[in-house]
């Protein structure tokens, strides 16, 4: 194996860009659905394979929340978690901050309380069993309005004390994260990180928007950003995160090409930006893959790498000593 893909595997990482609903794969699917007498419009695993051909994020999210429709019991949210957890463990990631989609499920009259309760409680069960720490943000879906988002917040209150942050997703053109200033002002007041897509499909004001108008932490894509030399330098003058997804970013025709992942570009251009996998369910890859992909396609180089490792652990929303503590670990294993 190259002995870039070797490193890939040995550094421990952290995962801060994941919908834990994204890594639903069709094999659980199928169970999950048999269990819960629900009948999916597949013949077999293959058909929901082969079904995952997208030309934008549109065609993804209906089969996204078409997918997740076999999520119903506690156990379901913690069976899919765990799944993922043990991906985690295979791929040495060792933190992660997963995002859900409450309103994706409360939508379907599943309680906020099932979701979370079964995905916190395989958490704790990743933390002791594992060794693998994590944080929950939860998601505002932006094609439902204000409104809806501040309503999911009130549905959150009993469980604030365990949930890092609020995210925003789903459809992005033509929902501007100005339309959600308020809650998300509202969040920061309950003392929550923020965090918000932008710039995946959406334009470089978008990005912008987020950074002043919802005063984000991090931007989960940011691709687009780079169409904007005042917006990169901002990013770059104040480190904000860029959460890449690079298999995404293939799938949903957000780059022509792997060849053409701006990966470089924004390393080259002070961009404090990691790699982490998105949907790996349906984009073909956990977080080793897409490191993997880009060795291949653009030649991503050992320094890179460990540049893009070290980031996703100074951009977590660990303390500076568990910071720290990974960050000397990273160091460790490229040296060893
Ligand atoms: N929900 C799940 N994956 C997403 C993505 N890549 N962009 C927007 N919303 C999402
Ligand atoms: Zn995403």
């Not at 659980?28 to 994020?57: E, K, W």
């Not at 929340?65 to 899919?80: A, E, I, N, P």
């Not at 998300?184 to 007041?189: G, I, N, P, T, V």
């Not at 949903?252 to 790699?275: C, F, K, N």
């Amino acid at each position: 194996m190259d002995e870039r893909k070797q490193l890939i595997a040995a550094l421990p990482k952290a995962e801060l860009h994941i919908h834990i609903e994204g890594s639903l794969e069709p094999e659980l699917m199928f169970a999950l659905a048999q269990r819960n007498g629900i009948t999916l419009p597949y013949a077999d695993v293959a058909a929901i394979r082969s079904a995952y051909q997208f030309d934008c994020l549109q065609d993804f999210l209906d089969l996204y929340y078409q997918g997740m429709s076999v999520l119903v019991r506690q156990q379901d949210f913690h069976d899919l978690t765990w799944a993922y957890l043990l991906r985690c463990k295979a791929g040495n990631v060792v933190h992660t901050e997963i995002f859900f989609d409450p309103q994706g499920h409360t939508g379907r009259g599943v309680a906020f309380a099932t979701a979370f309760e079964g995905i916190w409680s395989a958490l704790q069960q990743g933390k002791k069993e594992l060794g693998i720490t994590s944080r929950v943000i939860m998601c505002f879906l932006r094609h439902l309005d204000e409104h809806a988002a501040f309503a999911t917040l009130e549905e959150a209150r009993p469980f604030l004390h365990r949930i890092t942050g609020v995210g925003l997703d789903s459809s992005e053109v033509g929902h501007p994260p100005r339309n959600f200033c308020r809650v998300f002002e509202r969040a920061a007041e309950l003392g929550l990180k923020r965090v918000a897509h932008a710039g995946e499909e959406g334009p470089p004001e978008y990005v912008h928007e987020a950074l002043h108008g919802l005063e984000v932490d991090r931007i989960d894509h940011g691709n687009r950003s780079l169409e904007d030399d005042a917006l990169v330098a901002e990013l770059a003058e104040r480190q904000i995160p860029l959460t890449v997804c690079p298999q995404s970013n293939l799938r949903l025709a957000v780059i022509r090409d792997m060849a053409h992942h701006p990966i470089r570009q924004m390393l080259q251009a002070g961009l404090h930006a990691t790699v982490n996998s998105d949907d790996p369910a349906y984009f073909g890859g956990y977080i080793n893959d897409n490191f993997n992909a880009l060795v291949d396609a653009v030649n991503l180089s050992r320094d890179e790498i460990i540049q893009l490792v070290m980031n996703s652990f100074s951009a977590s929303f660990l303390d500076a000593h568990a910071k720290q503590r990974h960050l000397d670990e990273v160091q460790r294993v490229a040296t060893a």
